[in-house]
Structure formats: C-alpha cells, structure tokens
C-alpha cells in the first residue's frame, strides 16, 4: 500500500515556475515507477510526466516538454515535478501516481493516486 500526498500547488502568472512534490508513505517507494496528471474543469485527465523507478528514464506531455522536469529522491520517497515558464493553459488540478509495473502514459496503470494539489496560472 502506497500513499501519496502532493503539496506545492499554488497561484503563479503566466511565465513563472512551481515546483510540486509527492510524498509517498511505505518502504518500497524506490519499486513504483511515478507519473504526474493532471486535469482542467470541464476536461478529461491528461499525463504529464513519468519517470521510472530508478529515475533512469523520463517522458513527457508534448505540451510540457522543455518546460517540465520531473525528479524522484528515494531517499526521501519524493518525487517532484518542476513546472516553468508556465502558460494559463496549464491550470489544472496536479496528481501524482504511482504504478508497480512501468513508467506510463496510460492512467489506467498506475495503482495508487494522490488527492491532488490546485496550480493556477493568471495571465
């Protein structure tokens, strides 16, 4: 059993950086692959970014590449995703998950889910 917790969120206008961090609770957080969603009013979840359990290997959104990054710290059972240059198009409600098979793309792989934390870009 994992639980996630997202912290970070915030009110940021358009051009400035976050950064979100996920906390994840459990000795075995080094064995989840982790990825970020996140969704807008109205609109379906969408990926973001993913990054494998060793931190080897990152995808990304079309729509954030060169812009985002996302980061793990097993030591600390954190993952984070640094957010820059950000667009008013990017608000949304951020989750993070995490998946015990693979760094994915698809929702539907991952087994745990944070509640998410509220990112607000003004123009």
């Known amino acids: 059993q994992v639980q996630l917790v997202e912290s970070g969120g915030g009110l940021v206008q358009a051009g400035g950086s976050l950064r979100l961090s996920c906390a994840a609770s459990?000795?075995?957080?080094?064995?989840?692959?982790m990825g970020w969603f996140r969704q807008a009013p109205g609109k379906e979840r969408e990926f973001v970014a993913a990054?494998?359990?060793?931190?080897?290997?990152?995808y990304y959104a079309d729509s954030v590449k060169g812009r985002f990054t996302i980061s793990r710290d097993n030591a600390k059972n954190t993952v984070y995703l640094q957010m820059n240059s950000l667009k008013p198009e990017d608000t949304a409600v951020y989750y993070c998950?995490?998946?015990?098979?693979?760094?994915?793309?698809?929702?539907?792989?991952?087994?745990?889910w944070g509640q998410g934390t509220q990112v607000t870009v003004s123009s």
């Open positions: 459990g000795r075995t957080f080094s064995s989840y692959a």
């Open positions: 998950a995490a998946s015990i098979t693979i760094a994915t793309m698809r929702g539907d792989e991952y087994d745990y």
């Open positions: 990054i494998s359990w060793s931190g080897g290997s990152t």
